[in-house]
């Protein structure tokens, strides 16, 4: 039709099938008690019957199709440079295998959008963008299906005008950013929100949930009868989470590209969240499972950028490099009841605050347990000498769950960074590489850290064994690392409080690398082009205060499996 303008069609099948089959088959086990009869012989009790020969099976799969269309044109008049996108977009996945009886899970979910882009740019030195995307999803009522998210932009690449290309030589590039943008999503576990499902009129009793009936006439009345009620109430105004988004930054580098130095701040209100409505008044009447509605909304705001530096020594080149991420957010709204104690909720707070109680040691005595505040977890005559005390936050003289605050920082780390380091020097070449994440906390348990909280089962963590515990009679102070030995658990000290919060930041090494490559003339002499000896060593060296176990497992028991230390030794030749 006209120069710079292009037409794109794609189409794209993808499907997955997975079939599993297992045969067991088991003997019988049997266990030898800790205590032998009467005759001194080892008496055993079986466990498990012997379990013959047995089958199950599992079947999972889906199907996803896309379909686009792209009107593409780009065109270049002098110092102007324009662009432009077209796309029409739309694609359906759905479930081909263990769908059950529920028809919704048998409905392809499909999405529909058109979105758009254009660009203009001024001699390398202004730019200016737009995007939008118009994007429907059928999982939302009429009227709720469709959303329109546009976004724009802004750049200067200052060191491209005159008063700085003729007077600061040393600086290659400084542009200035802003752009504005705003992102939706329907990923809601809710199939078609918007309709109700009934089922038959139940109760509950202390049997379990029976069928229940109406009783129609006068009070009292004989005549009752089975009916129907929601099962689901219908959400019909649900529709998609929005997302705005503000970013501002600068790209730098200098002496001639030696130095390049990115950063950006960027916030984000995210909101219409969707979110299960648990705390609606019982008085509406809904006897079913609670609807979900978009109520809540975070915003988050932060740093990232990336900077590296480049410089020759002689015959030894060298490069630092460095990344970083720092974010931190704050609930602005969210599904729950007004409370007395502000603390108790989330609004207000961050989004994977670790809350628990706050610890005050460990009872030193009788007398200290009579003196303090009545503790609610557990019986008042199972708590001893040895456990763990709490403070009374909201004072009550009762320490029980409105005393549950935020405590440190969130289980998920707000800060992540990297940083790396590269020589070469004739045929020798170092690569080094740190990682890191800090700014978290989170809270340790399971029976790796509550000795014998499942009685004689589980195994224990030999730090844990050979620790600084309070024990009667040999180390009864207050400040121990670990409370009391308990058998069977114990409500009062096994529960999330600062007694257990240890801080998740941690430094890594995580890549060594030295190689040796040999001189053309020797490589060219064995009939080779390329010769390379190296060695490289993972997760070598890890910098925490947190010693129990890997802190980039994510775990708070310890049973995850840990990320391996691996020494490699290699050899690369190329003919």
Do not use: C
């Not at 005549?223 to 998609?240: A, H, I, K």
């Not at 030794?569 to 190329?574: H, M, P, V």
């Amino acid at each position: 039709i006209t120069e710079g303008l292009k037409f794109i069609g794609r189409f794209g099948y993808d499907t997955y099938n997975y079939n599993h089959i297992q045969r067991r088959k088991n003997p019988e086990m049997w266990r030898a008690e800790r205590q032998r009869n009467s005759e001194g012989q080892i008496v055993f009790n079986r466990l498990v019957p012997e379990r013959l020969l047995s089958q199950n099976s599992s079947a999972s799969g889906d199907r996803k199709e896309f379909f686009e269309m792209d009107l593409v044109y780009g065109r270049t008049f002098g110092d102007h440079n324009v662009a432009g996108v077209l796309k029409y977009t739309q694609d359906n996945y759905v479930n081909t295998s263990s769908i059950g009886g529920d028809i919704m899970q048998g409905i392809a979910r499909r999405h529909q959008g058109l979105a758009g882009n254009a660009s203009y740019g001024f001699k390398g030195r202004y730019f200016l963008n737009f995007n939008f995307g118009y994007n429907g999803s059928e999982n939302f009522a009429t009227g709720h299906q469709f959303g329109f998210f546009p976004s724009y932009s802004a750049a200067w690449n200052i060191a491209d005008e005159n008063f700085i290309k003729d007077n600061v030589d040393w600086i290659s590039m400084l542009k200035l950013r802003y752009s504005y943008g705003e992102v939706g999503t329907d990923n809601s576990p809710t199939r078609f929100p918007y309709l109700a499902t009934f089922g038959n009129y139940s109760v509950s009793t202390g049997a379990g949930s029976q069928e229940g009936s109406y009783n129609w006439g006068d009070l009292n009345s004989p005549f009752s009868y089975p009916g129907l009620t929601y099962t689901r109430v219908s959400s019909n105004n649900v529709t998609w989470e929005v997302a705005k988004k503000n970013d501002v930054g600068i790209d730098l580098y200098l002496l001639g590209d030696k130095f390049g130095l990115t950063v950006d701040y960027f916030n984000e209100n995210r909101e219409g969240i969707y979110m299960t409505r648990y705390y609606l008044p019982s008085i509406v009447g809904i006897q079913s499972s609670n609807p979900a509605a978009n109520v809540g909304s975070v915003k988050s705001e932060g740093f990232d950028g990336n900077f590296k530096f480049d410089q020759r020594i002689g015959e030894v080149a060298l490069q630092l490099r460095g990344n970083f991420t720092y974010s931190k957010n704050e609930i602005t709204e969210a599904d729950e009841m007004v409370n007395r104690y502000p603390y108790l909720r989330n609004t207000g707070y961050r989004v994977n605050q670790a809350k628990g109680l706050i610890a005050l040691g460990l009872f030193k005595d009788y007398e200290d347990i009579r003196n303090s505040p009545r503790q609610d977890f557990a019986d008042q005559r199972d708590i001893m000498p040895g456990d763990i005390k709490y403070k009374d936050v909201n004072g009550d003289g009762i320490v029980n769950y409105d005393d549950i605050v935020p405590v440190g920082a969130t289980t998920r780390p707000n800060l992540i960074y990297g940083l790396g380091l590269s020589a070469s020097w004739k045929g020798f070449d170092f690569n080094l590489h740190f990682q890191g994440a800090g700014k978290s906390h989170f809270f340790i348990n399971g029976f790796t850290v509550y000795p014998f909280v499942n009685g004689e089962w589980g195994n224990i963590l030999e730090s844990m064994a050979n620790s600084n515990r309070w024990i009667l009679g040999v180390n009864e102070d207050p400040n121990a690392e670990y409370p009391r030995l308990s058998y069977g658990g114990n409500a009062n000290n096994y529960r999330a409080s600062t007694y257990w919060l240890r801080d998740g930041s941690y430094t890594r090494l995580k890549t060594l690398e030295v190689g040796y490559t040999l001189p053309k003339v020797i490589a060219t002499r064995l009939f080779m082009s390329n010769v390379r000896f190296h060695f490289i060593g993972q997760n070598l060296l890890t910098f925490s205060k947190f010693k129990l176990w890997d802190p980039e497992m994510g775990s708070s028991t310890g049973m995850t499996y840990p990320l391996g230390k691996t020494v490699t030794f290699g050899l690369t030749i190329n003919i």
